[in-house]
């Protein structure tokens, strides 16, 4: 959304796929999607990412053959440093990155390590697809098409089978 600060508190559904929706992270089977070893970096940079940023939870995610659909959340970074006594040091607040940096350092450092498995060809669509979520009941039904999308891969829009339609 034009204007708004991707660096606040709150919880974005974001989207993100591979250069031309080659599939390259494992495939669907029985609705059950079977990550290979470049879909099993790309699940770990993920939890690394929340490692990286103490200011973001990873609500929820999954790795498709071909794309990512993830909830992060964007934490208050307020951490207490200091006593009560010593209030220069109460509070300390570090600058938390805009959603795009964060994506960004996200594809960076699972490019880096597929191409060090010796995937040189792997890259990253550019930009990504995201949304504020705006309530409980939006964050559940996005939970819920999260954590169906295995199964229902075989009329997903970035199934490959199903782009030219």
Not at 7 to 22: A, D, L
Not at 76 to 91: A, H, M, Q, W, Y
Request: glycine share 6%; aromatic share 12%.
């Amino acid at each position: 959304m034009v204007g708004y600060d991707y660096s606040q508190e709150g919880m974005y559904f974001v989207t993100f796929c591979t250069k031309e929706r080659i599939e390259w992270f494992g495939e669907v089977k029985n609705g059950e999607m079977l990550l290979n070893k470049y879909g099993e970096i790309t699940e770990q940079q993920l939890s690394w990412l929340a490692k990286q940023y103490k200011y973001i939870n990873i609500d929820c995610k999954i790795v498709m053959p071909n794309h990512v659909h993830t909830i992060l959340e964007i934490l208050p970074d307020v951490e207490i440093v200091g006593t009560g006594r010593d209030l220069s040091l109460r509070f300390q607040q570090s600058k938390i990155k805009p959603l795009p940096e964060l994506i960004g350092a996200l594809k960076t450092t699972s490019s880096k390590l597929i191409h060090r498995n010796g995937f040189n060809d792997f890259a990253w669509q550019r930009s990504y697809w995201d949304r504020i979520i705006r309530d409980e009941a939006e964050l559940n039904r996005i939970r819920e098409y999260i954590f169906n999308n295995p199964q229902n891969w075989e009329q997903d829009r970035n199934n490959s089978e199903n782009i030219f339609m």
